[in-house]
């Protein structure tokens, strides 16, 4: 059932943003006088065809559903009868071809703004920018970082929840810069820390580079009480129940929930005996964790269980951040043009090798991703809707020939040296275009393959 699930949410996601390239690409081609003979989602063989009109478009569903395209009436690809050559897309100005191309990823880019602005006007649930226990010897404690601080502006951004934080720290730290903090202790007083993160390797910002930092958000003293169980968890089967007190693991007394996930993180596939308080009865379980690969490598013990927390508590460590219509469209701008330039940024440090290509995900990560995001809730499944047709503008501009972006670039040149560019390049640029599409395929699938493997 979750595969079906993860299925259906990776088709909704393809479905969307495949729909919505094609479409900002077939609207400016039909303002522009252009006809327009096939809109398909999907390449191979059509499995539904429909045309409204004799000389409308064919709107098609196709077999293979990784893309799409829009085909428009063109010379360079079959005759064109002279009473239509008008409405051809060679036909058109440069400026209108441009137009069309630039079309699909900006449709792309403009469906993250609108997501993101409803997002910050309906409101974005966080938590608050609190931080934990800083360890000794890390960049947060040499800075001098405190537990219980609340972070309130990182370089001159304002934070508000803890994502905020973990975004904008990433994109200082792929700068490897020094970064002004600006937080505040328990007592409302503001406090000014410089952060230096210029020791964080490429391999750190793979994992969880705040922990590396030293930076971990607050956990309350919560008492050793179940709150919630998962279905089918380790927990579950040995018949916990919601409200059990842990009083001891192999016999060492438990205080605290962080003592229960001590515990239960060192036993992975390892029998643990817990005493159990239910009521005004003890009584003993004995339970062997799952073992759960945690960044790929270290294992640790899992049961599926949660702590009781005081509602009261939650409240003081969440926040929902929301804005009026007007600054809410600002903020979904600043946004996606932050996500976009921070995109090509990335891309440029693998290039030069200062970020591991590990980080490109293909189809298998991204199906993951959209199926544990539509898990979590409608608003973390479209916010990542958002990031990933931010990403698909941002490649579809890249000026690699066979994209939109190589597209662009033939028409840029052909406008400073007055004439189109000849067959002979483009099929240069076509063979050039496909070995890096291919590579970067080759590298996508290949860092998928290795996530599942391992974990």
Not at 258 to 286: C, H, N, T
Not at 353 to 365: A, D, F, H, M, R
């Amino acid at each position: 059932m979750n595969l079906l699930f993860t299925l259906a949410a990776f088709a909704l996601t393809l479905g969307i943003l495949i729909v919505v390239h094609e479409f900002g690409h077939y609207v400016v081609a039909r303002r522009c006088g252009v006809r327009v003979l096939r809109f398909s989602i999907g390449f191979g063989k059509p499995l539904f065809i429909k045309k409204f009109s004799p000389c409308g478009t064919e709107w098609v569903l196709a077999a293979f559903p990784l893309g799409g395209y829009v085909k428009m009436l063109d010379e360079r690809e079959e005759p064109v009868a002279p009473a239509d050559l008008p409405y051809a897309f060679n036909s058109q100005s440069i400026y209108c071809r441009s137009a069309i191309v630039l079309a699909g990823p900006v449709a792309n880019l403009l469906l993250a703004v609108v997501v993101y602005w409803f997002l910050f006007v309906y409101g974005v649930p966080g938590i608050r920018p609190i931080l934990g226990e800083i360890p000794p010897s890390t960049p947060a404690a040499a800075a001098s970082f405190q537990r219980g601080e609340t972070l309130a502006r990182i370089g001159e951004k304002p934070v508000t929840t803890w994502q905020d934080a973990r975004w904008i720290l990433l994109q200082y730290a792929v700068q490897k810069s020094t970064v002004e903090i600006e937080a505040r202790n328990e007592r409302g007083q503001s406090v000014l820390h410089r952060l230096d993160l210029g020791g964080l390797t490429a391999g750190d910002l793979e994992q969880d580079f705040l922990g590396k930092l030293g930076l971990t958000h607050f956990q309350p003293d919560l008492p050793a009480k179940i709150g919630r169980i998962l279905p089918n968890s380790v927990a579950a089967r040995a018949g916990l129940q919601v409200g059990d007190e842990l009083v001891s693991a192999n016999s060492m007394p438990l205080k605290y929930w962080e003592d229960v996930i001590r515990s239960v993180r060192q036993s992975p596939g390892l029998p643990l005996k817990l005493a159990i308080r239910r009521g005004g009865d003890y009584f003993q379980v004995e339970l062997t964790p799952d073992t759960v690969k945690e960044n790929g490598h270290a294992a640790v013990g899992k049961i599926g269980a949660s702590p009781m927390v005081d509602p009261a508590m939650y409240g003081r460590l969440v926040t929902e951040v929301r804005y009026p219509v007007h600054m809410a469209f600002v903020q979904a701008l600043g946004k996606t043009w932050d996500t976009s330039l921070f995109s090509l940024k990335m891309l440029g440090k693998m290039l030069t090798g200062q970020v591991s290509w590990k980080n490109v995900s293909g189809p298998i990560t991204i199906a993951d991703y959209a199926g544990q995001s539509a898990h979590l809730g409608w608003v973390p499944y479209i916010s990542f809707l958002a990031l990933i047709s931010i990403s698909l503008g941002v490649l579809n501009l890249l000026p690699i020939p066979l994209l939109d972006g190589g597209h662009l670039m033939y028409y840029i040149v052909e406008m400073l040296k007055g004439s189109p560019v000849s067959e002979r390049t483009m099929e240069i640029g076509q063979q050039i275009g496909i070995a890096i599409l291919l590579t970067l395929m080759i590298f996508a699938f290949y860092n998928d393959i290795n996530r599942l493997i391992t974990g």
